[in-house]
């Protein structure tokens, strides 16, 4: 049966009316901004004596200065209190900013306008843990990538679209600024229209008492968040993105005036291709995931960022020495030589930047506690201001040393790698769940059955056929929690595989004839494991099969169920046997053209079985069964 498409959420009530409410803030944030930094860029002159490079470092500092001293409050008040009631009272502060903006529009008055960016700021601010904690609280678990990545294409379309709008109203002579005036207060008030229609969302933890020192609390927050160490690294992965998106977004008005030589048609553009780019990417994460958090996306988006934030260094290079003089409009600036390339990039880094941000936001979403959702978010967004506040200070440094704006961009994409590396070094789960989805986007297809019987939480020990060397890597890509696998020792003790096998925490054990400590050591670690609440996976053959049939099942798992009465869940390989990981002794070649260049395979997951009922013959019988004929 086919699963809905994401996009069905629009039409519902627990869905449609926030994402509206968060797509016209976005829209406005970005129109009111842009249209200052075209004016700063291009009018400067008429406004201030400060350099346009400087205001468009410092004017996205300001906006996001207020996440770095009221997020953990924003938090606090996010969980205390109900979502929807505070939509509204973000959405009514917003038609008081725009109006003090309006006022500095149409008096000239910078100050009024800095104000108003860091009003927009708060704004935002108040309204990130709402948004962020509302999803896991009204979307059901196989609906959060879809929705995460439905709002993220929103929120950058929104952005794009507010760019374009800003950039264009504010060009349109003689009376730009009083429709970008005009305009921010008219999408001020559809948002506060469309935040009436949002359901009511009860407040996690009514009983919360707000803390009176924002800095204190702060420090509270990321202390909390720090306890669950996967958790907070990939809030320190998703604010390194905007670190390298504010970058990079920062740089655009110069780069398209002083590098491609063009006018503000030429920064919409840039805006443009970018902004769809991450809007693509977000979609597409539901799809490469197969509706569930894969965070094997993450190395991949990041590999993506990194080549091709390297490729516009040169793109841009090439296309500097040979741009012609003059200013031109986008569409002269499309037929020259050299642009497609730095447009590709751009697209590109915003598609491999979607894939990264999309699974980080539902990794934290749904393994944080469910009462300090809108706190952890609250703590990532203080990381992310600061990482942007860093972005900002980094780029006034490095253009003040004499990097050009192109340079930034290959410093920026290195830094991306070193950082990346260090990451998934502290947390191989993330490189780990990459390699079982490459290996299950590229040599196989697989076809997953009633998955949903691996329960979200608690204790269980799956029992697995086992018929090739990929087998743990195929089943950990297919669920939706990690797996801790008991192995071989002998295989655990592999020169180079074996840092991996320890990073994931798999456990070892052998037989007790040949080494007795080893197995009494992983029956210990396997029973720890599942008072811990993990998932244990046993291939309970003992060995792989020769044949493709099923050998016997050894009495060992009989042993960890007498020690942890915990479900069974019974599951079954197809299609592996004769693949190129097994030890099929036939000609390897007629496989392959057999089969094709990718396997088909399926993993079929069966009902729990109780404890009582978990014996070895009883277990095999369920895995045959699943199994079917299908080797």
């Known amino acids: 049966m086919s699963q809905p498409s994401q996009f069905s959420l629009l039409t519902q009530r627990r869905f449609g009316p926030f ?13 009111f901004k842009t249209a200052l930094l075209v004016v700063m860029t291009y009018d400067a002159l008429n406004w201030t004596s400060l350099d346009p490079s400087l205001l468009n470092n ?9 996440y770095v001293l009221f997020s953990a409050t924003s938090g606090q008040i996010a969980d205390k209190y109900d979502k929807a009631k505070l939509a509204r009272i973000v959405k009514i502060a917003e038609i008081v900013i725009m109006l003090i903006a309006g006022i500095g529009w149409m008096t000239h008055t910078l100050w009024l306008l800095i104000v108003a960016v860091v009003g927009m700021g708060m ?13 896991p609280q009204n979307l059901k678990p196989d609906e959060l990538v879809g929705g995460n990545g439905v709002v993220e294409m929103g929120t950058f379309v929104g952005i794009l679209l507010g760019e374009v709008a800003g950039a264009v109203l504010v060009g349109y002579k003689p009376n730009g600024i009083m429709l970008v005036a005009a305009a921010t207060l008219l999408f001020a008030v559809l948002g506060l229209a469309a935040s009436w229609r949002i359901p009511p969302s009860p407040a996690p933890a009514p009983e919360l008492r707000i803390s009176r020192n924002p800095i204190a609390e702060s420090w509270r927050n990321l202390a909390y968040s720090r306890q669950n160490r996967t958790v907070f690294l990939s809030m320190l992965g998703n604010s390194w993105f905007w670190f390298y998106g504010a970058l990079l977004l920062a740089q655009f008005p110069v780069f398209s005036k002083d590098y491609l030589k063009g006018d503000h048609s030429v920064f919409v553009l840039l805006l443009t291709v970018f902004s769809l780019g991450i809007g693509a990417g977000s979609l597409l994460c539901e799809r490469l995931s197969g509706r569930k958090v894969e965070i094997g996306l993450v190395p991949f988006g990041s590999i993506g960022l990194s080549v091709f934030g390297i490729d516009l260094y040169f793109a841009s290079q090439a296309f500097s020495s040979a741009a012609a003089a003059g200013s031109v409009d986008f569409m002269t600036l499309l037929g020259q030589p050299g642009v497609l390339r730095i447009l590709a990039d751009l697209v590109l880094i915003g598609v491999f930047g979607g894939f990264f941000i999309v699974p980080l936001f539902a990794l934290i979403q749904t393994r944080c506690d469910q009462k300090h959702v809108s706190r952890t978010i609250a703590g990532m967004n203080i990381l992310n201001a600061i990482f942007m506040v860093a972005s900002a200070g980094v780029a006034i440094l490095l253009l003040g040393q004499g990097f050009t704006i192109p340079e930034l961009f290959l410093t920026t994409a290195l830094l991306n790698a070193v950082v990346a590396v260090y990451i998934f070094s502290l947390v191989p789960e993330f490189l780990m769940r990459f390699l079982a989805w490459l290996l299950i986007h590229t040599v196989y297809r697989v076809r997953t059955v009633d998955t949903a019987h691996i329960p979200a939480e608690g204790a269980a020990i799956l029992v697995c056929n086992h018929v090739s060397y990929v087998d743990a890597i195929v089943i950990n890509a297919a669920s939706p929690r990690p797996i801790r696998f008991v192995m071989d020792h002998r295989i655990f003790k592999t020169p180079f595989l074996r840092w991996i096998f320890r990073a994931v925490n798999a456990i070892p054990i052998a037989p007790a004839k040949e080494d007795p400590w080893t197995m009494e050591k992983a029956f210990v670690d396997i029973a720890h494991a599942l008072h811990d609440g993990e998932l244990v996976c046993i291939f309970p053959e003992g060995k792989l099969t020769r044949t ?3 050998n016997e099942f050894r009495s060992g798992i009989a042993k960890i169920v007498e020690r942890s009465r915990v479900p069974v869940i019974p599951m079954a390989l197809r299609g592996l046997w004769g693949s190129w990981f097994t030890r099929d002794q036939g000609n390897l070649f007629e496989r392959r053209i057999s089969r094709g260049m990718r396997s088909q395979l399926a993993l079929a997951v069966g009902m729990p079985v109780a404890p009582e009922q978990a014996t070895p013959e009883y277990l ?8 079917g004929d299908w080797k």
């Not at 994402?19 to 129109?31: H, I, P, S, V, Y």
């Not at 095999?620 to 199994?627: D, I, N």
């Open 19 to 31: 994402f509206w409410t968060q797509f016209l803030g976005a829209f406005n944030d970005n129109l």
């Open 58 to 66: 410092l004017i996205p500092g300001l906006f996001i200065l207020p």
């Open 123 to 135: 704004h935002s601010t108040l309204f990130g843990p709402v948004k962020y904690a509302y999803l």
């Open 548 to 550: 493709g049939d099923l």
């Open 620 to 627: 095999r019988q369920q895995v045959l069964a699943l199994r």
